[in-house]
């Protein structure tokens, strides 16, 4: 039997047999913290090196407190942090594998030509349109 911190140390990878019973909760989380386009947003963003959150704000089109919300949940995946100062916070990324990820996503993206935009349970593109069809 797995221990309920077990998950956190298997790899995701190739090579596991189907009797190989990995838990994929944490993986599953990390993922849905980052599926949110808002959150996404601010991770890209991030990445360009530490920002307020009014510089989000600005940048995102967005109110206070829904950075604060989507700031609050990164912070709380461990995937941000901030520091104070003066009055103000400027939060930045705490994992650099969140950029390689990242770009990893790019390039699964770039490679299967943007497919996962059709696909009818997770994609943002009307089946019925031209684009979907073709």
Do not use: K
Not at 1 to 25: F, Q
Not at 95 to 113: M, V, W, Y
Not at 116 to 129: E, F, I, N, Q, R
């Amino acid at each position: 039997m797995l221990s309920d911190g077990y998950h956190r140390h298997m790899a995701i990878s190739a090579g596991h047999g189907d009797a190989c019973m990995v838990d994929m909760s944490a993986a599953v989380a990390l993922f849905r913290s980052l599926g949110d386009p808002m959150r996404l947003a601010i991770v890209h963003e991030l990445a360009a090196g530490e920002r307020r959150v009014v510089d989000l704000t600005r940048a995102l089109g967005l109110a206070q407190s829904t950075v604060s919300a989507h700031l609050a949940c990164l912070r709380d995946c461990q995937l941000v942090e901030c520091r104070p100062v003066g009055r103000q916070s400027l939060y930045r990324l705490t994992q650099p594998a969140l950029l390689g990820l990242l770009t990893a996503a790019e390039q699964l993206l770039a490679d299967t030509g943007n497919a996962v935009d059709l696909c009818p349970a997770w994609g943002s593109t009307d089946a019925s349109t031209p684009a979907a069809t073709a």
